[in-house]
């Protein structure tokens, strides 16, 4: 019995431990009916934790449906309110409408005079924006932006100021556009820094500082150095940068200086005479490997015969001091062959003419020396010219498989590059063409005197003979 009641008393505390009643677990069961009363107290703490928590749930509950009515009250509030703004807009649509309409009406012929100025100034915007005078007056382009947005409103009104100030604007580009002004600005160098400069502005045509052209760009608000000044084959650098500067430094008077007479951002006609490549960015850029190899062929060439030139220069020199002299001197081709007549004196006529006839063939390779190189580089270089087009001809053709005949700008290296070596082996050719032919009447020229004086010996042997005879 004592056992039983044992396994009783331990499982009853095992699932009040369990449970986790903390008054009940601190205690001890020393009998059956102690352990009967300390559940019996547990159950009567935990039926108050019950009433406690259900009280407390009931009580939340009640605020939640006093929240909820609150709640929906608003709700309806809001409709009411939403409904009566909507008849309120609805309303105000029906006022503007009307306030338009009488607007429209007072306004009248002025609606077609505010239509012809917004299209005014919006004529006149391009011409601001790309005019130089606007460096000097900032701000006017912004003015027309407001003054074409409130022209084109239908509920703004264009006060008389306002388009007197426009008008003004204008006024100011046809005076401006006429005088040739000094002020100080700010320029952008090329290198990106800005600094305040002297600017002389030539109407609306061109502006000047320190001898450099300057170009305006609206974006960008200020005048800025172009990036590359008139120079080249197509205009006298020095020239133009001195009339610039003489403009500068003079205060009155008339003063010659070059202008851009389209005006406008620099001047379209300046930017693509100083855009345009000198001849020998022309050849640097376009004339690819055969073009440098017919340049290199064709300085060769030129060399060589200017050499051969002088040499034969020299020679025609001494042969024509040989001519005036009775006495053979070998530093001369004809003192030369005249000496060979002296060494044989009773040669007979047809022994002194082959003699004669050798030593002038000794003679000839060497006035004749380097004259077929000449010719060679005179044929071979317009050759090269036409290999160089067909190459580019490929590479055009090659490019038109790959991106199409869309885009003229991609062919046209290839085309450069064609064009660049014809004109190069064309180039050399001519003037080889007419060195050939100088250096070559100069050898011949000189053959022939050998010539004419050799069978002037021989008619003289003969004349003898026969006197002789």
């Given at each position: 019995?004592?056992?039983?009641?044992?396994?009783?008393?331990?499982?009853?505390?095992?699932?009040?431990?369990?449970?986790?009643?903390?008054?009940?677990?601190?205690?001890?069961?020393?009998?059956?009916?102690?352990?009967?009363?300390?559940?019996?107290?547990?159950?009567?703490?935990?039926?108050?934790?019950?009433?406690?928590?259900?009280?407390?749930f009931q009580s939340a509950a009640s605020r939640q449906?006093?929240?909820?009515?609150?709640?929906?009250?608003?709700?309806?509030?809001?409709?009411?309110?939403?409904?009566?703004?909507?008849?309120?807009?609805?309303?105000?649509?029906?006022?503007?409408?009307?306030?338009?309409?009488?607007?429209?009406?007072?306004?009248?012929?002025?609606?077609?005079?505010?239509?012809?100025?917004?299209?005014?100034?919006?004529?006149?915007?391009?011409?601001?924006?790309?005019?130089?005078?606007?460096?000097?007056?900032?701000?006017?382009?912004?003015?027309?932006?407001?003054?074409?947005?409130?022209?084109?409103?239908?509920?703004?009104?264009?006060?008389?100021?306002?388009?007197?100030?426009?008008?003004?604007?204008?006024?100011?580009?046809?005076?401006?556009?006429?005088?040739?002004?000094?002020?100080?600005?700010?320029?952008?160098?090329?290198?990106?820094?800005?600094?305040?400069?002297?600017?002389?502005?030539?109407?609306?045509?061109?502006?000047?500082?320190?001898?450099?052209?300057?170009?305006?760009?609206?974006?960008?608000?200020?005048?800025?150095?172009?990036?590359?000044?008139?120079?080249?084959?197509?205009?006298?650098?020095?020239?133009?940068?001195?009339?610039?500067?003489?403009?500068?430094?003079?205060?009155?008077?008339?003063?010659?200086?070059?202008?851009?007479?389209?005006?406008?951002?620099?001047?379209?006609?300046?930017?693509?005479?100083?855009?345009?490549?000198?001849?020998?960015?022309?050849?640097?850029?376009?004339?690819?490997?055969?073009?440098?190899?017919?340049?290199?062929?064709?300085?060769?060439?030129?060399?060589?015969?200017?050499?051969?030139?002088?040499?034969?220069?020299?020679?025609?020199?001494?042969?024509?001091?040989?001519?005036?002299?009775?006495?053979?001197?070998?530093?001369?081709?004809?003192?030369?062959?005249?000496?060979?007549?002296?060494?044989?004196?009773?040669?007979?006529?047809?022994?002194?003419?082959?003699?004669?006839?050798?030593?002038?063939?000794?003679?000839?390779?060497?006035?004749?020396?380097?004259?077929?190189?000449?010719?060679?580089?005179?044929?071979?270089?317009?050759?090269?010219?036409?290999?160089?087009?067909?190459?580019?001809?490929?590479?055009?053709?090659?490019?038109?498989?790959?991106?199409?005949?869309?885009?003229?700008?991609?062919?046209?290296?290839?085309?450069?590059?064609?064009?660049?070596?014809?004109?190069?082996?064309?180039?050399?050719?001519?003037?080889?063409?007419?060195?050939?032919?100088?250096?070559?009447?100069?050898?011949?020229?000189?053959?022939?005197?050998?010539?004419e004086q050799a069978t002037g010996m021989i008619a003289?042997?003969?004349?003898?003979?026969?006197?002789?005879?």
């Open positions: 019995m004592k056992t039983i009641t044992k396994y009783i008393s331990l499982s009853i505390s095992a699932l009040l431990l369990l449970s986790g009643g903390s008054a009940f677990a601190q205690q001890q069961a020393t009998s059956l009916s102690d352990l009967l009363d300390l559940v019996e107290q547990d159950k009567v703490a935990e039926s108050a934790e019950y009433t406690s928590r259900e009280q407390e449906e006093e929240v909820l009515t609150t709640t929906k009250n608003r709700v309806v509030e809001q409709e009411n309110l939403q409904s009566q703004l909507s008849d309120q807009f609805e309303a105000n649509e029906i006022i503007i409408a009307d306030k338009r309409e009488a607007l429209r009406d007072r306004r009248g012929d002025l609606n077609e005079l505010f239509g012809t100025l917004q299209g005014v100034a919006g004529d006149f915007m391009s011409t601001f924006s790309g005019s130089i005078i606007s460096a000097q007056y900032p701000g006017r382009t912004e003015y027309l932006d407001e003054f074409i947005e409130r022209a084109g409103s239908s509920t703004e009104q264009l006060a008389i100021e306002e388009i007197e100030r426009f008008w003004f604007f204008m006024q100011q580009e046809m005076t401006e556009s006429g005088n040739v002004v000094k002020y100080s600005g700010t320029v952008a160098l090329p290198s990106g820094e800005t600094t305040n400069r002297s600017i002389t502005r030539i109407g609306s045509f061109n502006a000047i500082s320190e001898g450099d052209y300057l170009s305006y760009n609206a974006d960008i608000g200020h005048l800025q150095v172009l990036p590359r000044q008139p120079t080249g084959s197509l205009i006298n650098r020095g020239e133009v940068v001195g009339r610039a500067i003489a403009l500068e430094n003079s205060s009155s008077g008339i003063t010659k200086v070059a202008i851009d007479p389209t005006g406008g951002i620099g001047g379209q006609v300046l930017a693509n005479l100083i855009n345009f490549p000198t001849v020998d960015e022309q050849v640097a850029n376009n004339s690819g490997p055969i073009g440098f190899i017919i340049i290199g062929v064709g300085i060769v060439g030129i060399f060589v015969a200017l050499v051969r030139s002088l040499l034969l220069t020299i020679v025609a020199m001494k042969v024509g001091r040989q001519l005036k002299s009775d006495k053979p001197s070998k530093n001369n081709p004809l003192g030369r062959v005249l000496a060979v007549a002296d060494a044989n004196p009773n040669a007979d006529t047809e022994t002194l003419e082959l003699k004669l006839g050798e030593a002038i063939l000794q003679e000839t390779p060497a006035l004749e020396r380097f004259l077929t190189l000449i010719k060679i580089i005179a044929t071979v270089a317009p050759l090269m010219g036409l290999l160089g087009t067909v190459t580019g001809m490929i590479q055009v053709f090659q490019q038109i498989t790959v991106y199409g005949a869309g885009d003229p700008t991609i062919m046209a290296g290839g085309i450069s590059v064609a064009l660049m070596t014809t004109v190069l082996g064309i180039t050399v050719a001519i003037p080889m063409v007419l060195m050939h032919t100088w250096v070559k009447s100069k050898s011949d020229d000189i053959i022939h005197i050998l010539e003289a042997k003969a004349e003898q003979k026969v006197a002789t005879q």
